[in-house]
């Protein structure tokens, strides 16, 4: 007796997963979002919250794949080629997209979006950090006062989904 209740406390657990995770699932829909990039399936998609504790978690030199949602905070003015996404609290995820393969619309900054690529964290050279500011539209004096590198969560993307 005590063992079947078991398995079918083992067997409610698994059926309960499959539906939470199917619910995230569902709820994407890909009529819904401009794809930009390789096409992917969309599986298990972390929210900002959840994404800024897996970037936590992270040691320089760590990488893990993943996808996330979020908002984008900025584009890059001059061609797409990459953006700010929405992490918690201030925090954000600098996105760049693999081997330079395609860009996004300049002008999707708040739009919603699923990245699928590769997470990580970074040190930004100060020349880069004034390289990006300049092509996000900073003035002249916002670039100055980058004086020094800043540690990034940086996200390399090999596809991109972005809300119509």
């Not at 199917?22 to 298990?44: C, R, W």
């Not at 993943?66 to 001059?78: D, G, H, L, M, R």
């Not at 690529?117 to 390289?131: M, N, Q, T, Y």
Request: aromatic letters at 10%; hydrophobic letters at 40%; charged letters at 30%.
């Amino acid at each position: 007796m005590k063992k079947l209740n078991v398995i079918l406390i083992l067997l409610l657990l698994c059926v309960g997963t499959t539906v939470i995770a199917q619910k995230k699932i569902k709820s994407f829909n890909s009529k819904d979002y401009a794809l930009f990039g390789d096409k992917f399936k969309v599986t298990t998609i972390y929210s900002k919250n959840e994404m800024l504790k897996k970037y936590k978690s992270l040691k320089k030199g760590d990488t893990i794949t993943v996808q996330f949602q979020s908002n984008i905070k900025a584009v890059c003015k001059k061609k797409g080629c990459w953006m700010k996404m929405e992490l918690a609290g201030d925090e954000e995820s600098f996105v760049k997209f693999k081997d330079y393969g395609f860009f996004v619309p300049l002008n999707a900054d708040n739009s919603q979006a699923i990245v699928n690529g590769k997470a990580f964290v970074d040190i930004e050279s100060v020349e880069s950090l004034r390289h990006y500011a300049k092509d996000g539209g900073k003035s002249s004096a916002e670039i100055a006062k980058i004086t020094k590198p800043e540690v990034t969560f940086s996200f390399l993307a090999d596809g991109v989904y972005i809300k119509k």
